[in-house]
């Protein structure tokens, strides 16, 4: 008889990854479902288990795009609700970790291979400094981890909606005109896969171009072909604004290890990102320039990081419920 599984899932606004732990507590078996095809977690972990032929689990650590402090979740980006005790009682677990889903992917940082990453830009690592970890997908999650006695501790936070601030005079313009329609601008509003069509608008609105409503895939490959001059502003207006944001972070925690941006808008755009002024503008910080210049910026290239991390927060919390 096998002996009961540990399942690991990283659930976001648009898509939820599952994995079976393997015998070295690695993610195996890897699925990934579209959220907006179920009710909510257990019945997409039901369909995930019904693929694998119903294996009885033991434990699980579930990743989530929203805060977790409470028995009853919302994620942000998506409409499923649900409960702690509900989701444990109806997959039969023992255990049951829960954990904010950019958590679990700054958890999956010590461990990257280098085939995991590609570096954008100058610097290198400070072993066992500090490294932050900041992804436009659905949403925009912020997060990073720390060394400590010999262990990596994660931060949890909600820094994707912190205020977004400008850099420039055409930055300004184009946050004046969000504020008109929002109040308040967060880096969220603008620099994520659900901001990205407004990013769009506002941008073509401050160059005097007409824009076509168009949703973030389309923006994106627009940008990619180079067919759409607009789409391509975008992109770029978009790289720099993120590698602005970049910077603060990796100030603001010291991430001499440095900072990796994942999400799955970034590994999409390639040599395009590489080449926009993300890294240009991660150093431009007046006095502390050099500082940030010998920090390295990564590109996540692993699709699922986030179940590596969540099976690492498992392995360290045997005392979780």
């Not at 997959?91 to 829960?98: I, T």
């Not at 990073?144 to 010999?150: A, C, E, I, Y």
């Not at 790289?239 to 603001?252: E, F, I, P, V, Y």
């Amino acid at each position: 008889m096998k002996a009961p599984a540990t399942l690991v899932a990283d659930i976001g606004g648009t898509r939820a990854r599952f994995a079976l732990l393997d015998d070295s507590g690695l993610p195996d078996q890897v699925r990934i479902l579209s959220v907006g095809d179920f009710a909510g977690p257990l019945e997409a972990i039901q369909a995930y288990l019904g693929e694998l032929g119903w294996p009885v689990l033991r434990a699980a650590a579930i990743a989530l795009a929203g805060p977790v402090h409470h028995d009853e979740f919302q994620l942000t980006n998506a409409p499923w609700t649900f409960s702690r005790a509900r989701l444990k009682s109806g997959l039969g677990l023992q255990r049951l970790l829960l954990l904010n889903d950019f958590t679990a992917l700054a958890l999956s940082l010590p461990h990257l291979s280098v085939a995991d990453r590609r570096q954008v830009g100058p610097g290198v690592p400070v072993e066992l400094a500090p490294k932050a970890v900041l992804g436009p997908g659905t949403g925009l999650g912020v997060s990073g981890v720390l060394h400590d006695r010999g262990r990596w501790l994660a931060l949890t936070g909600e820094g994707g909606h912190c205020s977004l601030a400008p850099a420039d005079e055409r930055e300004a313009a184009i946050l004046a005109l969000a504020w008109r329609e929002l109040g308040h601008v967060s880096a969220e509003r603008l620099l994520s896969g659900s901001g990205l069509p407004l990013l769009h608008r506002l941008v073509a609105a401050v160059d005097g171009r007409h824009a076509a409503s168009l949703a973030t895939a389309e923006i994106v490959a627009r940008a990619r072909t180079g067919d759409d001059i607009q789409c391509r502003v975008v992109i770029d207006t978009f790289c720099a604004m993120l590698g602005s944001l970049a910077g603060n972070l990796a100030l603001t925690l010291g991430a001499q290890g440095g900072v990796y941006v994942g999400g799955g808008i970034i590994p999409r755009l390639g040599e395009i990102f590489d080449r926009s002024a993300f890294r240009p503008r991660f150093e431009a910080k007046g006095r502390f320039a050099s500082y940030l210049a010998a920090i390295p910026t990564y590109v996540m290239l692993s699709p699922t990081p986030a179940l590596l991390g969540a099976a690492h927060a498992l392995a360290e919390s045997e005392d979780c419920p």
